[in-house]
């Protein structure tokens, strides 16, 4: 289970985006705790109308599905967890509450499920409205997904003294991996040669340190957040592992819709919209992803440009590569070193292209 309770991030980062293509900002301030409640916005217009959208708004609350933790309500951090007074936060949770402003609700009303049960309780119990639990879309009989929400990529986190670099260095390793379709889908065709893939719901930092698997492969998010969580419930351990490669994939969260409910479909993506084309959207992946170990640069790389406060991937380029545009051709030479072009910090070693 995506497990752990939610630590407050580190510092924040220095570039956001909005959706697939990122738009530069200037660096913020170190992140202030999470705020849920997203900026005020005008509901949907009346030609968003349906069934669905009625309910809702009679109900005057937006059910939401969602993976809570274990024990229910414990958190999997950053995308849901309970805040300092234990109230629902984390990404998944703003863009739930995004939607429902969209929508014109006042109220998020999170039902708990396990993400392997989150799928039919939608579609067959129909316990809520939409599912926003960090799923990537996959073929799933009755759920249609939208637009994507945030753009990831699964890692690789292997011990420490690994020799593993790559996912290259796998053939003939066991890989463990969250308990996930769609991520079995992708290592299946990623990697190569290796012996056996493990699926867990629950306990793969414990396994990995165990030596049952040479490996964990996992959507950078929940891995950034629960390792150090999972260091703090186990100081002696701290520094056990390292994320050794990133963005082994390009992928994104969608939110699940009942197929047959056309019209939140619609309405659930006017907010993404929304939400990427906000001041709010990069502050919120700023402030809920940031964090982990500061990057250095491989040797014999080229060039390496140390980034300082108040740089942006686009201010880099203008000064390095005479062309702002440029941001692109590097974030493609050091995608692999770093999680998202948002979440490069102060002091990080980036390289630039030739």
């Not at 939608?122 to 316990?127: C, I, R, S, T």
């Amino acid at each position: 289970m995506r497990f752990a309770l939610f630590a407050l991030p580190f510092t924040a980062a220095l570039v956001a985006c909005s959706g697939s293509t990122p738009t530069p900002t200037a660096a913020p301030t170190p992140a202030a705790p999470p705020v849920a409640a997203p900026v005020e916005t005008a509901p949907l217009a009346a030609t968003i109308a349906g069934p669905a959208i009625d309910r809702i708004r009679a109900r005057g609350s937006l059910l939401v599905g969602i993976d809570t933790g274990e024990p229910e309500g414990a958190g999997t951090p950053p995308m849901y967890f309970p805040d300092a007074a234990g109230k629902p936060d984390g990404f998944d949770y703003h863009v739930a509450k995004w939607v429902a402003t969209t929508i014109g609700v006042p109220d998020v009303t999170v039902v708990h499920g396990k993400y392997s049960e989150l799928p039919a309780m939608l579609v067959d119990k129909q316990q809520f409205d939409v599912l926003v639990s960090g799923y990537t879309p996959t073929e799933k009989e009755g759920i249609t997904w939208s637009e994507g929400y945030l753009d990831y990529g699964l890692c690789l986190v292997v011990p420490a003294d690994s020799t593993v670099k790559t996912t290259a260095d796998l053939w003939g390793k066991s890989i463990g991996i969250f308990d996930d379709d769609a991520a079995a889908e992708a290592v299946e065709k990623m990697v190569k040669g290796y012996t056996d893939l493990v699926r867990m719901e629950d306990g793969y930092w414990e396994a990995l340190d165990a030596g049952k698997f040479s490996a964990f492969i996992y959507d950078y998010p929940y891995a950034n957040a629960e390792l150090q969580e999972w260091y703090a419930d186990n100081p002696k351990k701290k520094g056990a592992f390292k994320i050794a490669q990133y963005n082994l994939t390009d992928d994104h969260y969608t939110v699940g819709v009942r197929g047959s409910e056309p019209e939140l479909l619609s309405a659930v993506n006017e907010a993404i919209k929304r939400f990427e084309a906000s001041d709010d959207y990069g502050t919120s992946v700023r402030t809920y992803l940031s964090g982990g170990s500061k990057v250095s640069a491989p040797t014999n790389t080229g060039r390496v440009y140390i980034v300082v406060a108040g740089d942006t991937l686009s201010k880099i380029a203008g000064r390095e590569l005479g062309d702002a545009s440029k941001w692109r051709d590097i974030w493609a030479t050091n995608k692999d070193r770093f999680p998202n072009p948002n979440l490069i910090e102060v002091g990080d070693e980036v390289v630039i292209p030739g």
